[in-house]
Each structure stands twice: as C-alpha cells, then as structure tokens.
T-cell receptor, first 114, second 116 residues
Framework: DGGITQSPKYLFRKEGQNVTLSCEQN?????MYWYRQDPGQGLRLIYY???????QKGDIAEGYSVSREKKESFPLTVTSAQKNPTAFYLC?????????????FGPGTRLTVT | AQTVTQSQPEMSVQEAETVTLSCTYD???????LFWYKQPPSRQMILVIR??????QNATENRFSVNFQKAAKSFSLKISDSQLGDAAMYFC?????????????FGTGTRLTIIP
C-alpha cells in the first residue's frame, strides 16, 4: 500500500540534544513538507522540498534543518536552537506542479523535550 | 501574506443533524484552491473536500458540501446527517494556484463534537 510513514510515533529527548524525525513516502511524489502542530495554532509549515537536493524554509524554520537526498525521504532535525521543540510534527507529500492535488499526510510524531 | 481564520474553536451537533463550520481567508490572489481537512483522534489528516476558486459551483462530496463566497472570502463546510465518525478537528486551508507553489496555509481548526 502506498503512503507516508513517520517514525517513531512518540519521541522523548533531553533539552540540548538534537533529534531527527523520519519521514518516508512511496507515493512517487516529488514534493514533501514538514508541519508543526501546537494546540490552538493549527499547522505551521517548517520546511518544504519540491525536488531532490532542494528545499525551502517555511514560516517557522528557525531551529530546524532538513535534507532531501532521496525522493522518498525527507528527515527533519530539531536542533538545540529550537526554543520550544515539544510539539506534534506532521510530514506530508504531494505531486509537484499540481496545486489542486491534495497533500497526503503521515501519522505524525509527538516529540517531547524535557 | 495569506491568512485563514476559523472563528469557531468548538462546535457540537446532534447525531443526524446538520452543522456548518465557518472559514474566512484573506488573499490578494484571484485564483487559488481551498480545502477542508479532517483530523480525527488518531491525528491522521484526511482531505474532506476541495474547491477551485475559478469554479462558481460549490463542491460536494457525499454528506459534505461547501458554501464558497469568493467576494466575501468565505468558505464554510456543511456536514449533513452528522455521524459519530465525523467527530474530529476540522481545518480550513488555502493554496495559491501558482505552478510550483504547493504551500498550504491552515486555519486554527474547529473541534466538532457529535452528540449521540
């Protein structure tokens, strides 16, 4: 079955540590996205990538980094510079160049930093 | 910059009744797309319905329909014959039509409760 996987579902880290969230898709989509979800704030775009080896900052990129070495994979690193990293993180993908198409979302990763 | 506003943080409806969720947006673009996404307790985001701004006809998907008022920049979602499985957070989202610009801007969501 085609879809997006995010692992792990729950992640716990100590403050000051970098942590990498995994996102893999087998939908053959060119574009991939990372969103952060906080209570009462909806989804906010962190980074997005439209093709391999290229990515752009979203609205809240500070304290995060990404890579896009393979079409299927778009890992997100939450660095120690991110002031409030505890949140729910959602990865999504879509066909590139087709704005009418929906973005498909993964099941999310809940990150807790203490 | 585009903004999306959902002014109803919570709504509730009796099972089998009809409920309307509100969404307004702000944009200077004339062509764009609007979406309603559902996020059930599992937190998996699911597309409910989409509307293309250049189409005057309101989109419909089974029990879900929209009231798209382009001049008023309003995009409400109507759920008919509400079912227990409709209980979820609902997010309104906007996307420009530009080629290569697939960024979604989301509202803050409306939590819908279904009363048995």
């Amino acid at each position: 079955d085609g879809g997006i996987t995010q692992s792990p579902k729950y992640l716990f880290r100590k403050e000051g540590q970098n942590v990498t969230l995994s996102c893999e898709q087998n939908l053959n989509h060119d574009a991939m996205y990372w969103y952060r979800q906080d209570p009462g704030q909806g989804l906010r775009l962190i980074y997005y990538s439209q093709i391999v080896n290229d990515f752009q900052k979203g609205d809240i990129a500070e304290g995060y980094s990404v890579s896009r070495e393979k079409k299927e994979s778009f890992p997100l690193t939450v660095t120690s510079a991110q002031k409030n990293p505890t949140a729910f993180y959602l990865c999504a993908s879509s066909k590139y160049g087709t704005p009418a198409d929906e973005q498909y979302f993964g099941p999310g990763t809940r990150l807790t930093v203490t | 910059a585009q903004t999306v506003t959902q002014s109803q943080p919570e709504m509730s409806v009796q099972e089998a009744e009809t409920v309307t969720l509100s969404c307004t947006y702000d944009t200077s673009e004339s062509d764009y797309y609007l979406f309603w996404y559902k996020q059930p307790p599992s937190r998996q985001m699911i597309l409910v319905i989409r509307q293309e701004a250049y189409k005057q006809q309101n989109a419909t998907e089974n029990r879900f329909s929209v009231n798209f008022q382009k001049a008023a920049k309003s995009f409400s979602l109507k759920i008919s014959d509400s079912q227990l499985g409709d209980a979820a957070m609902y997010f309104c989202a906007y996307r420009r039509r530009d080629f290569g610009n697939e960024k979604l801007t989301f509202g803050t969501g409306t939590r819908l409760t279904i009363i048995p």
